[in-house]
């Protein structure tokens, strides 16, 4: 594997992380609407979310011009 | 419950994942790289490490090398970005090791953790049958109440549960769900606990500012139970006078919320339980008889103990390895002592039979693998029903003689010539009668 290759991982990685917390937060919301939990902890989940997307938007960005780079 | 070790450098997700775990019912540590992982699995023992493959000060295999080398036990659950881990997991880490792949829901996390929850459960090959997932019991009138429950679950029809106390009613409200295979929510409700300003708030619901109180607005158990089912309990304790509004929403299936103009649609299964006898509900001025029409489409009643004694040894080895599981202990049962248990009367049914096995479960010597039964069962609410179930159709005199002689025995602390003269007989017949019996330990 060589270094391009690399950087190729790292950044799908960087990318998976943000997906991982985006599908998790989401998992925390659905279970405080089904079992009356305070409403409070999906509103805080939800802007989890909302800067979970961004995040994920600069990773791809970051792999776009990776790879117009190359 | 299981001890959760999760290792991941991602501080977000390990905040989101350890209220999931801890909401599934697990404890959970959390370390976020090789050297906080070793150092929690140096100070406790863990039942399962959720492990991130790529870690700050190296890969998630250098985890596995150290529990492996320091023969440790935990289930280990690799989580990783991509799938083609299990090519090089397959012969490196036996069958204790396994993989989820980001990104993660909450389905892979349970799935994942009951792997290594249900390891205990080889030494559970004896373990009855759990019908509908809750109900225990072979015997004849537990048949038929499956029989019932199949039936009514295909159907949407409301069901009034009837038995005395104890017999497991809100069980069979769940078995019942469980059946109809809903995907809503089982929402379970007390009337009997409820004041009378509250009943029809808890029930349908208010808006915000309906009354001092109401800083909000909040959905009530019909409107919670969506397309479950709803399950009343102690629905015969409701004030008569706040009958019919109920009465009103089982007839239009609609709700007003307190202080609510707005009708809301409901669809759920209406399940009420009771523990007054018919006869009481006809002539007693409890229920409405409109009411119990509507409630009761499909009544059930459900066994008392003392009609299916030959579930108790079964219930029993259910409860006994609840609670090893729960306590990681192996106690077992002997056959003397699940007979013992079989012949008690159990006035408070299955709720009285579980406590006395948690009781004698706590009374137990843990380095001993045989439970400690108490001398008796004797519980303060025991005599108040003895009297109504002790004579059951189908008793012999002989075992009605023989509680009698166990009673008064009990009564007298067992001076025999203090019994003998209550029971109105001589010292000397009461003498062959135990010896008969085989004598009792009072």
Redesign the interface.
């Known amino acids: 594997m060589n270094q391009a290759d690399n950087d190729i991982n790292q950044l799908i990685h960087d990318t998976r992380g943000p997906l991982n917390r985006i599908s998790m937060q989401a998992e925390l919301i659905k279970m405080v609407l089904e079992n009356d939990m305070p409403k409070e902890k999906a509103l805080v989940a939800v802007n989890k979310i909302i800067m979970a997307c961004q995040d994920c938007s600069k990773s791809l960005q970051d792999i776009t011009e990776f790879l117009q780079a190359k | 419950m299981l001890q959760v070790l999760l290792v991941d450098d ?1 501080s ?2 390990t905040e ?2 350890c ?2 775990i801890e ?1 599934i019912g697990h404890d959970v540590c959390v370390a976020a790289n090789l050297k906080e992982a070793k150092e929690w699995l140096a100070q406790q023992k863990f039942d399962h490490v959720l492990l991130d493959f ?1 870690l700050p000060d190296g890969s998630g295999l250098h985890l596995i090398d150290f529990i492996n080398q320091n023969d440790l036990t935990p289930y280990i659950t690799l989580i990783t ?1 991509h799938p083609s881990v299990k090519g090089m997991l397959t012969g490196l880490c036996g069958p204790k090791v396994s993989y989820i792949v ?5 389905e892979d996390i349970e799935a994942t953790l009951n792997k290594s929850s249900n390891k205990p459960k080889k030494a559970k090959s004896n373990m009855p049958t759990l019908h509908f997932g809750c109900l225990v019991g072979e015997s004849a009138p537990m048949q038929a109440l499956y029989t019932m429950i199949e039936r009514v679950a295909k159907t949407s029809a409301n069901v009034m549960l009837m038995g005395e106390s104890g017999v497991g009613k809100e069980v069979v409200a769940n078995a019942i769900h469980t059946s109809t295979g809903a995907t809503d ?1 089982i929402v379970a409700t007390n009337c009997g606990a409820l004041s009378k300003e509250l009943i029809n708030s808890e029930l349908f619901g208010h808006e915000k500012g309906a009354f001092t109180g109401a800083v909000a607005r909040k959905d009530g158990v019909f409107v ?1 139970a969506g397309n479950g089912t709803l399950f009343l309990d102690e629905v015969t304790e409701m004030p008569l006078d706040m009958q019919p509004n109920l009465l009103r929403v089982l007839e239009n299936k609609r709700v007003i919320p307190v202080g609510g103009t707005r009708e809301i649609a409901v669809n759920c299964r209406v399940v009420s339980a009771t523990n007054r006898e018919m006869s009481e509900l006809a002539q007693g001025n409890i229920l409405r008889e409109d009411i119990y029409y509507r409630l009761a489409v499909f009544p059930i009643n459900i066994p008392p103990l003392s009609e299916r004694k030959e579930d108790i040894p079964l219930l029993a080895e259910v409860f006994l390895q609840q609670l090893n599981s729960e306590n990681n202990t192996d106690f077992s049962w002997s056959d003397e002592q699940l007979n013992i248990l079989k012949n008690n009367a159990w006035p408070g049914n299955v709720r009285e039979l579980r406590h006395a096995i948690h009781r004698a479960f706590i009374m137990s010597d843990p380095a001993s693998k045989t439970i400690q039964l108490p001398d008796s069962f004797i519980s303060p609410f025991a005599s108040k029903t003895k009297a109504s179930s002790a004579i059951s159709a189908g008793q012999t005199i002989e075992d009605l003689e023989k509680e009698l002689i166990r009673v008064t025995l009990n009564k007298v602390d067992g001076n025999k010539t203090q019994a003998a003269e209550m029971l109105g007989i001589s010292t000397k017949t009461l003498y062959n009668r135990l010896h008969a019996y085989g004598d009792f330990s009072v």
């Open positions: 991602d977000e997700f989101v994942a209220q999931i909401f790529m970005g980001k990104p993660l829901q909450r929510p919670r």
